[in-house]
């Protein structure tokens, strides 16, 4: 083996002959010629690729290992690791994108000699992309010779991987699959959290064309700007900063029109851009840090509203956000729903209020980033300056527990929001709506003037028409907020959307629950008929997969602009709420398609959805696997009727330390005539309709429920 050669655990060669783990440890245990383990520990052991990739070809389990993966593999199994490997290919990339008539000169020699060339290379175009070596603070240094020479296989196949899908998506597919395998060691702001704030600020009056982000992460902010020309972050995590500066740098076109700073340090302790005005912060601070540099900075010049406390490091950020806009310019920070409410720092609050440095404070769902578990809020600021005044109101928007309509069907039975099943575009929708109907009037005395619309002070009205959605968005007078708690959590202050629609809105949804029992009881099986248990001869469906009776398709990675049937979706009953990545390298997802039958493969729950005309065309989710019968051979209903059964799951289904795992491949069926199937899928499908009708009830049962209680509560429902 040669030396320093990339090293894949279990889980990389499955993923490498796609295959589930459990068949790469019977290959261990069934053929002498396997590999033998070269590293990693007893429990998990790991092995040398090339040995593996020439394994497979030889037992005809892989024509040729695909180029995407033996990239990753490579990068994944790196001697100096993945964070190290994953910079030199962007750098490399960087150089292939900005100088491609260089790069075969560079690889035409020996892995040795192309590593001292590649090194004086990236060198010239590092410094031209982000200043000079010796510059203080640059997040990304020239790699030498000894450092690259490990990495010249990948660097090669990254570039042959560029060739076929550019470089900027190439880095992003390695830094995604980077990101997807250590979720832990890193905080991530989704694409379209990232995407929300980008869409606040550049909704201003004047375009946001200088950006920064002084948490800057993996870059997921700043990507997410349209067309800016300058781009400043500043990261404390010097591996974070490097593949942030060359995501960046690989996203901005090759003449370097947009500048690009990114600095590494401290930003609270150690601002890399003291003297920046821009004209937009977006900002994901870490949340609930108590070292944040209290003791050093209390007499720091950007405690303008105050100095935080020691629990109130979130406040630090966003005067920190304040201090680097120019007069007028806009900030958004993802923020913690307590620093809205706590005692300690309602002074700070007041203060953002009567200057109007706050001009938003939006509610987001649950799952929207992490943690997943709480709804975080947007902070929307706006610097001071002499020509704007303070804005009598604060826009308060609460897309935490978006209202339902009363006519859906089945489809929005399942619970809104959560991880991986946000409709971002509809908070999207909810928010933007809001924010510029809200600035539509503009600021101050200034407004009007010229439009033939009055502004600000020459309304009548003490609460703004604009920017108010009842249950989700208002625009509350900032006289209302300055009280003992200073409280700007928008629960606090917008009605629950139940209440929000008044008693005509109980009126239907009342009608449509007598309308859902009626059904349901229409719909109630008839009186059964008792027998003995049947004795049939029995199949599975692995048997009928080699039979050719049906296909088995598992979900996974995909690219493109169809939505995504998830497992909540196929828990819940809910039309596909998922979404796709739209860049990276192109990756066919599996598509569903009508009579399919998707069953999740996690939780040993009793579950399967046979797939109809409304649901075919979106991509199989992560977690689930897909059942295509042939119509000749097999009726869907009656295939999905089976799989429900709960001794089925049981015998079909493994358990693991944290969870149970259905093999589908396990799953028994009945041999019947396809004329019987048919019969059983009648009364199968009838028992589903019937299950739709319930789960509708429940919903709009519960809804009318709390509707009662809060008009009762409000005095919008009279009692008889």
């Known amino acids: 083996m040669p030396e320093n050669s990339t090293e894949v655990t279990a889980a990389g060669i499955a993923r490498l002959a796609g295959v589930g783990r459990a068949a790469v440890s019977n290959w261990r245990r069934r053929h002498a010629d396997f590999p ?33 993966e033996r990239v990753w593999q490579q990068l994944a199994g790196h001697p100096a690791g993945a964070v190290p490997a994953l910079v030199h290919a962007g750098c490399a990339l960087l150089l292939l994108r900005n100088s491609p008539t260089v790069w075969p000169e560079i690889t035409a020699v020996s892995d040795e000699r192309m590593a001292g060339v590649l090194s004086l290379a990236l060198n010239d175009v590092l410094a031209a992309r982000f200043g000079p070596a010796a510059e203080a603070g640059r997040a990304v240094h020239t790699p030498s010779r000894a450092e690259l020479l490990p990495s010249i296989p990948l660097l090669r196949g990254a570039a042959e991987l560029a060739a076929e899908t550019g470089a900027r998506q190439t880095f992003e597919f390695l830094l995604g699959r980077q990101l997807d395998a250590n979720p832990r060691q890193y905080t991530l702001t989704p694409t379209g959290l990232a995407e929300l704030m980008a869409a606040l600020v550049e909704t201003g009056k004047q375009p946001a064309r200088t950006v920064l982000d002084p948490a800057a992460g993996t870059g997921a902010l700043l990507r997410a700007v349209g067309r800016p020309t300058a781009l400043y972050a500043q990261e404390t995590d010097p591996d974070l900063a490097a593949l942030t500066a060359l995501r960046l740098a690989l996203l901005t076109d090759p003449d370097n029109s947009c500048a690009l700073a990114v600095r590494t340090g401290d930003t609270l302790r150690a601002d890399a851009f003291p003297h920046l005005a821009a004209d937009a912060v977006l900002c994901h601070p870490p949340f609930n840090e108590r070292n944040w540099g209290h003791d050093e900075l209390a007499y720091d010049p950007r405690w303008e509203y105050g ?29 913690p729903p307590a620093a809205a409410s706590r005692r300690s720092g309602r002074r700070i609050r007041a203060d953002l209020l009567r200057r109007g440095a706050l001009r938003a404070v939006i509610a987001l769902p649950a799952g929207a980033a992490p943690p997943y578990g709480i709804p975080l809020h947007l902070w929307v600021l706006r610097k001071p300056g002499s020509g704007l005044h303070p804005s009598p109101e604060l826009l308060l928007v609460d897309t935490a527990e978006p209202a339902e309509s009363p ?16 409709d971002w575009q509809a908070v999207r929708s909810a928010v933007l709506d809001a924010w510029q109907s809200f600035e539509g009037e503009g600021e101050g005395e200034v407004e009007g003037a010229g439009t033939g619309r009055p502004g600000r002070a020459d309304r009548t009205g003490p609460c703004h028409p604009l920017g108010t959605r009842p249950g989700v ?8 907020l300055l009280d003992d708690d200073v409280d700007l959590a928008p629960a606090r202050h917008l009605p629950p959307p139940a209440a929000a629609g008044g008693p005509a809105e109980l009126i239907r949804v009342r009608e449509r629950l007598t309308e859902t029992l009626g059904l349901t009881g229409t719909l109630t099986p008839p009186a059964v008929t008792l027998s003995d248990p049947a004795h049939w001869p029995l199949t599975t469906v692995g048997e009928l997969a080699r039979a050719g009776a049906l296909q088995l398709r598992t979900g996974g990675p995909g690219t493109g602009p169809v939505p995504v049937l998830t497992e909540h979706d196929v828990l819940g009953s809910t039309a596909p709420s998922g979404s796709l990545p739209v860049d990276g390298p192109p990756e066919e997802p599996v598509l569903v398609e009508p009579g399919d039958v998707v069953v999740p493969v996690l939780g040993g729950g009793s579950v399967a959805r046979v797939i109809d005309d409304a649901t075919a065309g979106a991509a199989l989710g992560r977690n689930l696997q897909l059942l295509r019968p042939d119509p000749a051979a097999l009726d869907p209903w009656f295939l999905a009727g089976f799989l429900r059964g709960t001794a ?19 799953l028994q069926l009945p041999r019947l005539p396809l004329a019987e199937q048919q019969r059983y899928g009648e009364r199968f499908r009838a028992l589903a309709d019937f299950e739709d009708a319930l789960r509708l009830a429940g919903r709009l049962g519960g809804q009318l429920v709390q509707g009662m209680y809060d008009g009762l509560t409000d005095g919008t429902v009279a009692p008889k």
Not at 41 to 65: H, I, N, Y
Not at 407 to 422: E, F, Q, T, V, Y
Not at 473 to 480: D, F, K, Q, T, Y
Not at 648 to 666: H, I
């Open 36 to 68: 033998k383990p070269v590293g990693g520990t007893e429990t998990s052991p790991s092995f040398a690729l090339p040995e593996v990739e020439q394994w497979l070809r030889d037992q005809g389990k892989l024509a040729e290992v695909p180029l995407r």
């Open 307 to 335: 100095f935080p406390a020691r629990t109130e490091s979130e406040l630090a950020w966003v005067q920190h956000a304040l201090a680097h806009l120019r007069e007028g310019g806009t900030a958004v920070l993802l923020m």
């Open 407 to 422: 006519s859906a069907g089945p489809a929005a039975a399942a619970p809104s929001g959560g991880r991986d099943r946000l």
């Open 473 to 480: 968005s208002r625009a509350v007078p900032v006289i209302e």
């Open 648 to 666: 089925n799951n049981r015998q079909a289904s493994s358990y693991a330390s944290t969870a149970t795992r259905l093999d589908a491949r396990r």
